[in-house]
């Protein structure tokens, strides 16, 4: 965009990820989201926001700013609309919190979904209080400052995370995960049927306490995955 300062530019998102396939991912935990994209997932951050039951699902406007400096995150949140999630790269600085309580209300105010920060908070105890998730990399008592520079609506790292504006974020007790808005379907896919996966597996587990037998079933599994090493077993 022309006209900017040095360092500045605030974008409009091209596209966001569709309604219905976002709505759809609502509820299938980071893990198994995690294992369909190859391992991908946030590094470094943890919830902040009391309840581990409470789930992140959204939409990504992403936030760079510079470490310290919250200017374009309140620009941001004046932009948030409902089922967003301001995904902040902050540089995983911690000396200077990026955002607080008060930010926390003008995201709830404006119907936000979340907040990812890779950086610091400050006021645990309202984040604490839950209904909004926020996930950040530690918290901090200092202020930041407020000249800038950052931008908007650009592809960020945040913690390990790669975001682009629009893509599907997802947030649980194990972390975060982003998934590209042009894989969704895929994506979504692949997470139902190892979801199936897994629940035949704890049919599995469950059962084997009441009947022993079936542990042979996984001595067999393991000892295969040792044979294919070349460890004789």
């Not at 409902?82 to 540089?91: N, Q, R």
């Not at 607080?100 to 984040?127: K, P, Q």
């Not at 909004?132 to 995370?161: Q, T, W, Y």
Request: glycine share 12%; proline share 7%; hydrophobic share 45%.
């Amino acid at each position: 965009m022309s006209g900017w300062p040095a360092g500045f530019a605030i974008h409009e998102r091209a596209s966001v990820a569709d309604p219905e396939l976002v709505e759809a991912f609502r509820g299938i935990p980071t893990t198994v989201v995690s294992d369909c994209l190859g391992g991908a997932g946030a590094v470094a951050l943890r919830p902040f926001h009391g309840d581990p039951a409470l789930r992140l699902c959204g939409v990504a406007l992403t936030v760079r700013v510079r470490p310290g400096d919250n200017l374009m995150l309140h620009k941001a949140l004046t932009l948030a609309r409902a089922g967003d999630v301001l995904v902040v790269d902050g540089g995983g600085e911690l000396h200077t919190a990026l955002a607080g309580g008060l930010m926390r209300l003008a995201a709830l105010a404006r119907g936000a979904a979340g907040i990812v920060v890779d950086g610091a908070i400050r006021d645990v105890e309202e984040w604490a209080a839950g209904e909004l998730p926020v996930f950040a990399r530690g918290s901090s008592p200092r202020k930041p400052g407020k000249d800038g520079p950052g931008e908007i609506n650009v592809p960020i790292g945040c913690a390990g995370l790669l975001v682009s504006p629009g893509d599907l974020v997802l947030g649980d007790a194990d972390g975060v995960v982003a998934v590209p808005r042009e894989r969704l379907a895929p994506v979504l896919e692949r997470s139902r049927a190892l979801l199936a996966e897994e629940e035949e597996k704890e049919r599995h587990h469950l059962a084997s306490r009441q009947d022993p037998s079936l542990l042979v079933r996984d001595e067999e599994r393991v000892d295969g995955w040792l044979r294919a090493k070349g460890c004789p077993v």
